[in-house]
């Protein structure tokens, strides 16, 4: 089955775009680095998936083992997201490029870049084993994670990520990340999920945001009616650039260390959560892709992600992991900045305007739903 296909009994707003039912309630109207890494450019397009897999598809068709079974549904997310992406931009394709990483593993990186819709947009997946570096099992730890330091540590990881810069700054710029983790300690293999789905407006409109956050909820509440709740208090208050005293976005979902109730509905309870992507974000991006704007608004957007690209680079444990990872392919972990940003010397909105508006709400989270 189509890895966003949600079957719902719904009234209004669903949208197919390639092959994904994006459905959710929603009432609107239209108006000098080295990277060690083995590349092969090209895309897999006779094929369900962008590329070939990571792993040899026959190991992974004979192994029912989560690396597997976790490798093969991200591959399936990222081939159904960008081709409902690339069916919305129009003429542009994304650029694929399979990469192997000579420690263990490698990965899918996906990029559109100058984009009618989508300025950039890119989906990654990788699969990745090797040893933990210091730096990673001591940011583990501070988490609580029961690691001991100085030991080796094999470890895999798989995930799929994904960023959307919209040319239009009346669209969002939307995140997604879903990850599954194994390390070994002492003969036992230690396992988690984590990650979140996300919203960066540049401009308010509250309709939008609440789709967004409702559709979120209804993905949490199918598994467990505290998650939302939890996870969407996690998001505001990871997502913050401390030293501005505002939150990136106006949240969503985020989690981590996710290892109840069992394995499997702990990966039944992920799937849901990227299955959930296409309802709460492309609607929003079909209703606001054609809104006229001006340069005024342009500059707006371009400084609201400069302050995306601060949280990234000092915050994101995400980037940070990657950046400490031997053989890191640069590249990919920082696809998720845009291709242009500003910064201004003590900018500050005119008190009622719109962009005074999103500033409040950044320095306050609001409830949603």
């Not at 092969?40 to 992974?60: F, H, I, Q, S």
């Amino acid at each position: 089955m189509n890895a966003f296909v949600k079957l719902r009994t719904l009234s209004v707003g669903a949208v197919t775009v390639g092959g994904i039912f994006a459905c959710g309630v929603y009432n609107h109207q239209s108006k000098k680095n080295v990277v060690i890494a083995k590349t092969v450019e090209g895309r897999n397009d006779t094929g369900k998936y962008m590329a070939e897999p990571v792993t040899p598809m026959a190991k992974l068709a004979a192994d029912s083992s989560m690396q597997s079974t976790m490798e093969l549904f991200i591959m399936g997310v990222q081939a159904d997201l960008c081709r409902a992406l690339e069916e919305i931009e129009g003429k542009r394709q994304f650029t694929v490029d399979r990469w192997e990483r000579k420690e263990g593993g490698g990965g899918i990186t996906c990029i559109m870049d100058d984009g009618k819709v989508f300025e950039r947009a890119g989906v990654n997946i990788s699969v990745v084993k090797g040893n933990l570096p210091p730096k990673a099992v001591e940011q583990m730890r501070a988490r609580g994670r029961k690691l001991e330091q100085g030991k080796t540590l094999p470890f895999f990881a798989a995930g799929v990520s994904c960023v959307i810069h919209p040319r239009n700054p009346m669209i969002p710029t939307m995140h997604f990340n879903y990850r599954y983790f194994e390390v070994e300690q002492d003969g036992k293999k230690i396992w988690w999920f984590g990650g979140g789905t996300d919203l960066t407006p540049y401009y308010l409109d509250k309709t939008d945001v609440t789709h967004f956050h409702r559709t979120l909820k209804r993905a949490c509440d199918t598994h467990n009616l505290s998650y939302y709740g939890k996870f969407k208090k996690w998001c505001d208050d990871y997502f913050v650039i401390k030293f501005r005293g505002e939150c990136r976005g106006v949240g969503g979902i985020f989690f981590d260390d996710l290892d109840t109730p069992s394995q499997e509905e702990a990966f039944a309870f992920v799937k849901e959560c990227a299955n959930a992507v296409a309802p709460c974000y492309l609607p929003i991006v079909l209703k606001h892709k054609d809104d006229g704007y001006g340069y005024a608004e342009r500059q707006w957007q371009l400084l609201r992600r400069g302050r995306y690209v601060e949280f990234n680079l000092v915050y994101d444990r995400g980037t940070k992991f990657g950046l400490f990872t031997p053989g890191a392919r640069i590249e990919s972990i920082l696809m998720s900045l845009p291709s242009s940003a500003k910064w201004a010397y003590k900018h500050t909105p005119k008190e009622g305007s719109k962009e005074y508006e999103l500033l409040q709400v950044l320095k306050d989270p609001k409830d949603w739903v």
